[in-house]
């Protein structure tokens, strides 16, 4: 018994490592965005909400005025593929910003973004990857040469691939597929993907009327992030049933473990034990053990975690969804325990120890 309860223990923390490590790998870049927000094209579908959607920069000044909008902000986002001067292949997602907005990232190594147009601050991960400051990615869509000039000191991703920030200009016309000496519309540098939009208690629908936009809030636009719907949605199923499964063999062992423990039930039945002082007892003993178990679980999960950690796979712990986890499985195993013990108690003691023998 307490080797299954270990075993289930540890997978659900291996379970909760890779929910926690496919979100950051997902939408850890919006996570560290300053935004509470995004405007995005009005109608445009939710789920590929930064793939589709294209506004005019008109918009931030009728977001600017709206009450509660401490600041508003031009966003750009478009993913590519590149490959760095020393050879290095690379996908990045790139987020267009305007270097003195709110959005600007602060650089961990090298410099923050200064306005040169060739400029352009990578995440952390990306260094992970083999890219360096000082390196030059060219862009594979239009051949454009980037300068990395800083990385910031935290993951930052954006549908599986590492987040780079540069400057607007820059994105628009990387977006728009410009190559040099291009002739560039002027359409170009009006269309943005959104409005990133900072304030308090803001009246988005007030402010979608204003700007013919539809809003998200930032944690609701995860969902338009590549895969994270899908892959959430599927963790948090197998979870729910891990749970189920958990309850259901962790009762039935303790119900197989009460049923052999019959005969000394009814004969402390038969001299007066009450079924509150079985039920105690028996949770006593079920509360040891699934400790004891969980706790040898948990401690084979976190090693087996710690090296996964450190591989490819997106697995990240934390302590919330460890303990939340842990809680559950001990909480049903409770449970179970509880209605095995009740089962019995309620056998007359006689029948139990068998009188009509």
Known sequence: MGSVVALIAMLMVLLSGLSVGLVNDGVSGL???????????????????????????????????????????????????GRTDRGTDIDLALFGIEPDSFLAPEAASGTALTGAPDEIVLSSTAGEHGVAV??????????????????????????????GYLPLRTWQEIRAGVRAGDQVPDRVYDEITAVAVLGQNVDLAAGDRAAGTSSMTTKESFG??????????????????????????????????????????????????????????SLIQSLILLVVSAVIGLGLGLLMGAALATTAMPFALQASPIAVATGALLLLGMIGAAVAVVRIARVDPLTALGENR
């Open 134 to 163: 000082g390196d030059v990615v060219t862009v594979g869509q239009t051949g454009t040469k980037l300068r990395v000039v800083g990385l910031m000191a935290d993951q930052n991703t954006f549908g599986h691939v590492d987040v």
């Open 224 to 281: 338009a992030s590549p895969g994270y719907t899908a892959e959430t949605s599927t963790l948090t199923m197998i979870q729910v049933f891990l749970y189920a499964i958990s309850a259901l063999v962790v009762g039935a062992f303790f119900t197989v473990l009460t049923i052999q423990r019959k005969q000394e039930i009814s004969v402390m039945r038969a001299m007066g034990a009450s079924t509150r002082y079985l039920l105690r007892d």
């Open 31 to 81: 996570q560290r965005m300053k935004a509470t927000s995004f405007a995005f094209q009005e109608g445009v579908a939710k789920d590929s909400a930064f793939s589709r959607s294209i506004i005019s920069r008109d918009a931030v000044d009728v977001w600017a005025a709206q009450g509660g909008v401490a600041e508003a902000a031009p966003y750009g986002n478009t993913l590519i593929n």
